[in-house]
């Protein structure tokens, strides 16, 4: 039945899609006018990102509105005639954007990393990541200091965590968080608590490469000890927990608010035990009862957008939803076209959260033209905090006859709730 409700709402999302073709057409009516605006010249250029330098010196510099907002840019490195690395600033407001980079020579930003970056005025682009500068050559780079030298590539980042063992609470609170890619390509990560600048507690977790839901997990088991050498035993993904009967292991980033997951396991509601939390901002309204049915509405730009093998980038509707129900694994990430066209990638399995991105497996398409059709599909979509600003939703997924994906990038403008009381 809720999966009757969200095809439902994407016919009725199909029209409102269609209703947005006014207030877009302008940018998509005038590709040559678009087009007369991109520039490529050259440029003084740096980019830095986790400590590594990428580009120092002259680099090729592209502007395009269109595609990367009123003062965004691409910077590409060649070497021998061939990309070696580059980067994109996608400008989304005044003095901050999105930055995406490439970490291997030839490969596309739009592959790589991303981050939040600002800007006070002036050449570069700073974020927590990244760093990413252009000046005109001859200029000289007044005011630019380069970075000292580079941290160790593993250097963790500050995280919320919370680690219980055997009904006691071992760590809650701040930590040290590191992610880590084993031998045999099983991703993980490990976070460490101090107490008076002292190591306290270390809590590691194991990622099976060929069940990425299935993982392993071990501590330090005392305050001090220095190796997370004690198992903790298998531990399956829940929100953004890992846990088992004993075991409870959760990251959230700085400031994230934690909602239910706060409380103990057994203190928990049942919707909160059963699925990943709803994304939606529990600081304004208290958890709707078990059937709720909760649709997310973004603002932003498609970045690409691939219907049964076609590529419809050009005519994507500017908006996104994302779906769930309240007590239930079911949700849906809906896309759709200006000519009426609606795209839903849908899900009947628990996602889990990591890093503080929604990991969610995909099984199914919801395609509605005049006539809609469910296929079936394997796949991932992937979404950060809603809360937390900018960011980018993606979506892939494979039939047995052709593949559908799409990459959504959110102005960073809180996105719209709405709620349907169950019936």
Not at 266 to 277: F, K, L, V, Y
Not at 284 to 298: H, I, N, R, V, Y
Not at 309 to 328: F, H, R, Y
Request: charged share 20%.
């Amino acid at each position: 039945m809720a999966l009757d409700r969200v095809t439902a709402r994407i016919r009725t999302a199909r029209h409102r899609l269609a209703l947005l073709l006014c207030a877009i057409a302008v940018g998509l009516l005038l590709p040559e006018a678009a087009q007369a605006q991109i520039r490529v010249r050259q440029a003084d250029c740096f980019l830095e990102a986790d400590g590594k330098t990428y580009i120092d010196g002259p680099c090729e510099f592209l502007t395009d509105p269109r595609s990367y907002g009123n003062g965004g840019f691409r910077l590409a490195s060649y070497e021998n005639g061939y990309l070696r690395y580059s980067a994109v600033v996608t400008v989304t407001a005044p003095g901050s954007g999105m930055a995406t980079w490439t970490e291997r020579p030839g490969s596309k930003p739009d592959d790589g990393p991303s981050d939040i970056v600002r800007s006070p005025g002036g050449a570069c682009w700073t974020g927590s990541r990244v760093r990413a500068c252009a000046w005109k050559i001859g200029e000289g780079r007044p005011g630019f200091t380069a970075a000292a030298a580079p941290p160790d590539p593993g250097t963790a980042r500050t995280a919320d965590c919370l680690l219980e063992v055997g009904g006691e609470t071992r760590i809650d609170g701040p930590c040290q968080f590191r992610p880590d890619t084993g031998r045999d390509g099983g991703r993980g990560f490990e976070v460490r608590s101090y107490v008076g600048g002292k190591l306290d507690m270390i809590a590691q977790l194991i990622r099976d490469p060929k069940a990425p839901l299935e993982a392993t997990g071990f501590w330090n088991g005392r305050s001090g000890a220095l190796r997370a050498a004690d198992p903790l035993g298998g531990l399956s993904p829940n929100g953004p927990c890992w846990e088992n009967g004993d075991v409870r292991l959760c990251v959230w980033q700085p400031g994230q608010p934690r909602g239910a997951w706060n409380r103990r396991a057994g203190d928990r509601p049942a919707e909160a035990r059963s699925a990943p939390p709803a994304p939606r901002d529990t600081a304004e309204a208290k958890d709707p009862p078990p059937g709720t049915f909760l649709k997310l509405s973004f603002m932003g730009r498609c970045e690409s957008l691939v219907m049964d093998g076609e590529d419809l980038t050009a005519i994507c509707v500017p908006a996104a939803q994302n779906t769930s129900v309240i007590g239930s694994a079911k949700a849906g990430f809906i896309f759709g076209t200006t000519d009426g066209k609606a795209m839903a990638f849908m899900a009947s399995t628990k996602g889990f959260v990591e890093g503080g991105t929604l990991h969610q497996p995909i099984d199914e398409l919801v395609y509605a033209e005049r006539d809609q059709s469910t296929i079936k599909v394997k796949g991932t979509c992937e979404m950060p905090n809603p809360m937390g600003g900018p960011m980018v939703i993606t979506c892939n997924a494979q039939s047995a006859n052709s593949s559908y994906a799409v990459r959504f990038r959110t102005d960073g403008s809180k996105p719209t709730l709405e709620q349907s009381a169950p019936k």
